[in-house]
């Protein structure tokens, strides 16, 4: 059980360029969740997938924001067309829920500057 | 709509003093509470979960409770290496996605 990898851990980009990034859960577990959090903030909720099914969204995902997760493995986000309010830590999450308990474990985060 | 409040904002604590940090929610039927630790620059990392009022946890030097409306973080005789932003999330019966506080950043000072 290596934790939850995300990558890059850093990614400066320019307005209006698209940006990918890639999240490996804690293996076996079913559901994957990203969030985000600016400084100051909890993590805010994006999306969630149980397996290979994106199961919900949050309304601050954007037409510019989609993510995947073929095979119920790995999963990434992409942000189409950053903007500068894109500048956040994107976190990624996973669990497997066992008698109904579904603790998340969280990976170091991809840290996205849009200049 | 699920709603976590934490309080203070922040804090500073000598080493050795003990204190609280509160965490209060409103949630249709709670399936879990959650306590994470987060140092700068890093994802949050897992303390405690709670599920029932007049359940405790303990880890160490840090004490988590659960009444029907709130739950508490007790530090007994924080060293700096406790300094950190401790995130209070809650999920309800119907969701399998927590809410977070916003947290409450702690210095522990030597």
């Known amino acids: 059980d290596t934790g939850v990898s995300q990558n890059p851990r850093h990614k400066i980009t320019k307005r209006g360029q698209n940006v990918t990034f890639r999240c490996d859960p804690i293996s076996e577990h079913n559901r994957l969740y990203w969030y985000r959090q600016t400084l100051g903030q909890g993590p805010e909720f994006l999306t969630y997938f149980q397996n290979e099914a994106q199961l919900e969204k949050s309304r601050l995902l954007s037409d510019r924001f989609s993510a995947e997760r073929p095979k119920g493995s790995f999963s990434t986000l992409e942000i189409q067309r950053t903007e500068q309010g894109d500048s956040a830590m994107y976190l990624c999450a996973s669990s497997r829920t066992i008698q109904a308990k579904n603790i998340q474990y969280f990976g170091a985060g991809t840290r996205l500057s849009v200049l | 709509e699920d709603q976590v409040t934490q309080s203070p904002e922040a804090l500073r604590l000598q080493e050795g003093e003990s204190s609280s940090l509160n965490c209060s929610y409103t949630v249709s039927g709670l399936r879990g509470l959650f306590w994470y630790r987060q140092d700068p620059g890093k994802g949050p990392e897992f303390l405690f979960t709670?599920?029932?009022a007049g359940e405790e946890k303990e880890k160490e030097r840090l004490k988590a409770t659960l009444t029907k409306k709130e739950s508490f973080l007790h530090i007994t005789a924080p060293k700096p290496e406790d300094s950190a932003t401790y995130l209070c999330?809650?999920?309800?019966?119907?969701?399998?996605?927590?809410?977070f506080g916003r947290g409450t950043s702690l210095i522990v000072h030597p």
């Open positions: 999330a809650v999920q309800d019966g119907g969701s399998y996605i927590p809410t």
């Open positions: 709670l599920y029932s």
